[in-house]
């Protein structure tokens, strides 16, 4: 049987592990302040075309949403998201268990549009004593989002200037970041991404590392004692090196992006294999999460073979479920899947 469930069911890229390997007997300072994670730091730096920036290694996602949050925000303030945001549903309540609220917003596939944020806002400070309800105090946004959406250019620039128009700082979570750029007509890059926002990460975990993401921090005012606040929320690594030569590793030559169009490509064939069938899907996602809606007979048929993740119940006989791609996907997997449909 072959998983289909998530893109983080298998182990790291060969290189990586190969240069782990290599590695392993070498004796480093700890804690991120190794020459690896200095090295990993500068192709990170050179990827985004930017100096200016902080770069910090972090062993998990929910970590490192949890350490970015609770260190911009004042104890009064909470964080805006869509519903459908990973700190809203798939992170165990780790925003709220550190003191802030999360304030989801409805956001249709997934996306949050600029003038959502605006009306948050506005809303808040219409109250009769705003100080008496939780204040927005960033804004959150997935790419790619939980539902393998993208946003567009013009979107993510819609939606910065809103932010800097009410003083919100931006926080891209990027555990997907690869495939969001690699992505069916995306037209954003890794240099826009860096303009727009004020703090974003490039997955590790889901994108050919064992475990891993890389903070990057554009906005000069959050850059003081970010250490500090890793280390308080459990992010920080004593093998440090280890996060920073995989990280090396998927930067140095650009391996990160060959991978993720690997993934891509692959989640397209599925979701055009389902589509020619006549089967719809619950979004139109353009990356390596598909989603789509099955009756009850093509899903019990399909199970028998390969897994994937139930999403949302339609009806009484027709439920969308997840198929998702990854860095090592392989090809003939994805044709025996292609042949089942």
Request: proline residues 2%; contains cysteine; hydrophobic residues 40%.
């Amino acid at each position: 049987m072959y998983q289909f469930q998530c893109d983080y069911n298998q182990g790291a890229h060969p290189r990586i592990m190969e240069r782990l390997l290599e590695t392993n007997l070498e004796q480093t300072v700890g804690y991120g302040e190794d020459h690896y994670c200095a090295a990993a730091r500068e192709a990170i730096r050179t990827a985004i075309g930017r100096t200016d920036v902080d770069v910090h290694f972090l062993v998990g996602g929910t970590q490192a949403n949890a350490t970015v949050i609770s260190s911009i925000l004042r104890p009064y303030q909470g964080v805006l998201c869509a519903t459908t945001g990973h700190i809203n549903v798939h992170e165990t309540g780790a925003i709220e268990h550190g003191g802030h609220k999360v304030l989801a917003v409805n956001a249709k596939d997934g996306l949050l549009e600029a003038e959502q944020i605006r009306k948050a806002m506005e809303l808040h400070y219409a109250e009769d004593g705003p100080e008496h309800t939780v204040q927005p105090g960033m804004v959150y946004i997935s790419f790619s989002s939980e539902l393998g959406t993208v946003y567009t250019l013009q979107q993510l620039r819609e939606i910065s200037s809103a932010c800097r128009e009410y003083g919100l700082p931006l926080f891209i979570d990027g555990a997907r970041m690869g495939y969001g750029l690699a992505s069916e007509g995306c037209d954003v890059t890794l240099q826009d991404i860096a303009e727009l926002a004020d703090v974003f990460y490039l997955g590790g975990t889901k994108q050919g590392a064992l475990f891993g993401e890389a903070v990057v921090i554009v906005n000069d005012a959050l850059k003081k004692d970010f250490r500090y606040f890793i280390k308080q929320n459990g992010g920080m690594l004593a093998k440090g090196r280890l996060l920073g030569l995989q990280f090396l590793t998927l930067f140095e030559d650009g391996l990160y992006f060959r991978i993720s169009q690997h993934a891509v490509r692959q989640a397209l064939r599925i979701r055009d294999a389902f589509e020619s069938k006549g089967f719809e899907m619950l979004v139109h996602s353009p990356s390596n999460q598909q989603f789509p809606i099955l009756d009850n007979d093509t899903m019990s048929r399909l199970a028998e073979n390969f897994l994937f993740s139930v999403w949302q119940k339609i009806d009484e006989s027709h439920t969308a479920v997840r198929f998702c791609t990854s860095w090592a996907t392989d090809e003939k997997a994805v044709d025996s899947l292609i042949n089942a449909i």
